[in-house]
Structure formats: C-alpha cells, structure tokens
C-alpha cells in the first residue's frame, strides 16, 4: 500500500510544472478524435470534448474528489472499511468534502488531487470519441457526469487512494499491490470500457455495416488533425508518466529520465510495428492505424514506464503496436463493433495490457496475481457497473442523435453550422 513521502522543494516545482504540460495529452486525443470522424461532425466533436471536460471537473470537484480521498499520509485519507475475512476492504474515500482546507494538505497529496482532476476529464472524454458522428452532446456530457462523480472515483480510491486493490500487498503479499503509475487503469482501461459500453449502447453509425454484413469504410476527415494530435499527445503524456512516477512510485529524480525514455520507446516502436503490419496488409502504411499504434504504445507506457527497463519497454509497445491494427480489424469486421476514434483497442485493450505487463516484468512475487485482480475488477466490476448506469440514463437522455440529424451532421444538427463552411462537405452516399 502506498505511504505518502514529503516532497521537497525542487521535485514539488518539477511536479507543479510537468502538471502544467500534462493536458496536451488531453488535447492530443480530443485532436486525433476528432480528425477520425466526419467532417460534418468536427466542431461538435471538440466542443464535446470541451464540454466533458468542464462537467467532469465541475462535478469532481463537488462530489468526485470526496469519493477518490486523498493520498495516503494526508488527513482523513483511511475511508470507509469494510471487515472480511480478518482483513480490511478499504472500499470508498472520505476526501476533503468541496475541497475545504486543500492548502493545509502535505503538498504530496495536493498535487495527487490536483492530478485526478486531469485523469478524471481524460477518462470522461474518451467515450465520447467512439461516439462519433452519432453521440448528443447533452448524453456525452451526463455520462461524463457519472464517471467524475462515481465511477472513476471508486477505481481511483481504490488504486491510488489507499483502497483495496492497493491493499492487496499487505493484506495478502501480493507484490506491492495493484500499480498504476500513469493511468493505465484508472483513466485509460476506465474510459475505453466505457467507449465500449456507449457503442453498444448507441450503436454503429448509419451505412457502416450494410445489411448483407459488409463494413463500409468511413475514413477520418483530417489526417494532419490526427497526426499533430500525436505529437501534441507525445508531450503531454511525457509529463504524465513522470507524474504519476512521482506520485505513485515515489520515484527519485534520478529514475525519472528512465520512465521518460521508456514512454518513448514504447510509442516509437508501437508506431514502427503497426506501420509494418498495415503495409503488409494493405501494401501501403495506414495514417490512422498508426496513429492509434502510436497512442497505444503511449497508453501502455502509462503502466510500465516507471516499472521497466528500457529492453522490456521495447518489448511492451512492440505488442502493442503489432496488436493494434490486428484487433481494430477484428472489433470492426468480426464484432461489428463502430468505433471511430479506436478507444476501444487504444485505451482499453492498451490500458490493460500495460497493466499485465507490469506485473509480468516485475521483481516482486506476488505482482502479477495483483495485476490479474485488478484487470479482473475491471472486467468484471467496473465495466457492468458502467454498461448498466449507462442504460439507463440512455433512457432518460438517449444517447443517438435521431436519423435526420446524422445525415445532416451533428454540427448543423446541434450547433447550426458546419467546421468548415467554406467547403462542400456533405455526401450522402451512405444514406440512399
């Protein structure tokens, strides 16, 4: 179980500023999204993004926070146990409530808090981009409402705030507990899972899957959005593995440009493997799939960058980048499964592979069995939680735009006017 360190002066400002570079991670993705769907979608898509964003901080900050608890080491940071079997379940935070007296925390656990608020926005945001081109703002943002204010709450208490799963070390010797440096789990497997419960949900976009079972291809609008946004997501994601090394992992400044290498090392390669693939396919390399291989390999590194060395991080997002391509292929032509932005593969299959890989290279005994348990909480917890809360708010604010506004296109649908008014962007094709 994590132990709060005192920070000391030069780590607390090195944290303070990579906290500042961490949301071009956020907007990296937010940019990839949305250069993955349609043209006539483009400014809903970022205005969504935006939108999420800001009700997801909003409502952390109300109630969310609460529920997450603080760090370890800060005041009131135990929570609300549960006795089973002569062990201790620590199972929900008691945070500061509305973040009242936040300046009096050790600087460890205001910066941790401050962390969440970006892990909670990337997590809601993601959904939203398998949503595309037929996801209402006004569902996207509910649903954002309740991963910020009770889904990501509980998986980020008990992971990083001292919960069960980061118990699983001292209550059962299991390595050191579940760990999550960067996210892999709490914001990337979290959001994909999520992304997978709103597509079923919403279902695929009109023509993508012609009646006698053929997939129909609905390439992205904006392949220089797609590819700027991973070398915005690049930056971003630097500053978060280094964080989270900080926060969580207590790393020393001399471990910290390890992690930073690891998490390029593993994009980079990612990206090599999924070039290769798609052009022994498809005889050609494809800009959208090795975009995802790219952003694969960073979501993979958010497990393992802190944890390995730099030849098992090669091994990690060479994995992931030739995985990559292969399964998008199967979600689509075998599943049926429309999923513009990816997420699915990108931050859930990634996210949890990054996790199993932690716990495959790691020194301590036990660690694996940890990893195995919070996939399996995942899977098999948080995942129907969120399917079913979703169901049921789909009844109350249906998440699929009715027919007529999908053809028009959600930006003359929801917004009155076109990302690009300038151009002819509407082709009806699918719709005859």
Not at 58 to 72: D, E, N, R, Y
Not at 253 to 274: H, Q, R, W, Y
Request: proline letters at 5%.
């Amino acid at each position: 179980m994590s132990t709060a360190i005192p920070l000391s002066e030069s780590v607390f400002a090195l944290t303070l500023a990579l906290l500042v570079l961490a949301p071009l991670a956020i907007a990296g993705v937010a940019l990839i999204n949305t250069g993955l769907g349609r043209s006539r979608s483009a400014a809903q898509a970022l205005l969504g993004n935006l939108a999420i964003l800001a009700v997801a901080t909003i409502l952390f900050a109300l109630v969310g926070a609460t529920l997450a608890g603080s760090l370890p080491g800060a005041p009131g940071w135990q929570g609300i146990s549960l006795p089973l079997a002569g062990k201790s379940w620590n199972l929900i935070g008691t945070g500061p409530f509305l973040l009242g007296g936040l300046n009096s925390y050790p600087l460890h656990a205001q910066l941790g808090i401050l962390f969440q608020f970006l892990a909670v926005a990337m997590a809601a945001m993601l959904p939203w981009g398998s949503g595309a081109d037929r996801f209402r703002i006004s569902a996207g943002v509910a649903s954002a409402a309740i991963i910020a204010i009770l889904v990501y709450p509980l998986t980020a208490h008990w992971i990083w705030g001292g919960g069960w799963l980061a118990q699983l070390g001292t209550n059962f010797g299991l390595g050191a507990g579940f760990v999550d440096p960067g996210g892999a789990a709490t914001v990337h497997a979290l959001g994909g899972l999520g992304a997978l419960a709103v597509v079923w949900i919403a279902g695929p976009r009109k023509g993508k899957f012609p009646k006698e079972g053929l997939s129909t291809a609905l390439p992205g609008h904006n392949a220089v959005y797609v590819l700027f946004g991973c070398l915005l997501a690049l930056v971003g994601w630097l500053a978060w593995n280094l964080i989270g090394a900080v926060l969580w992992q207590h790393a020393s400044l001399a471990a910290l440009p390890e992690t930073a290498l690891n998490t390029l090392l593993e994009a980079s390669i990612a990206v090599a493997a999924t070039y290769a693939v798609t052009r022994f396919r498809f005889g050609k390399p494809d800009a959208s799939l090795c975009a995802n291989g790219w952003l694969t390999g960073l979501v993979a590194s958010s497990a393992t960058a802190a944890l390995v060395t730099p030849i098992e991080a090669l091994f990690v997002g060479l994995v992931a980048g030739i995985v990559t391509p292969l399964l998008v292929e199967v979600m689509e032509l075998a599943l049926s499964i429309d999923d513009p932005s990816g997420a699915i593969t990108v931050h859930g299959v990634g996210g949890l592979w990054g996790l199993l890989a932690a716990g495959v290279f790691a020194a301590q005994k036990g660690q694996l069995v940890a990893q195995l348990v919070g996939i399996a909480t995942l899977l098999g917890l948080l995942f129907p939680l969120m399917y079913l809360l979703f169901a049921v708010l789909n009844r109350y604010v249906p998440f699929r735009v009715d027919p007529d506004g999908e053809r028009l296109g959600m930006d003359l649908h929801e917004l009155g006017g076109g990302a690009y008014p300038e151009f002819v962007i509407h082709r009806d094709e699918s719709y005859r």
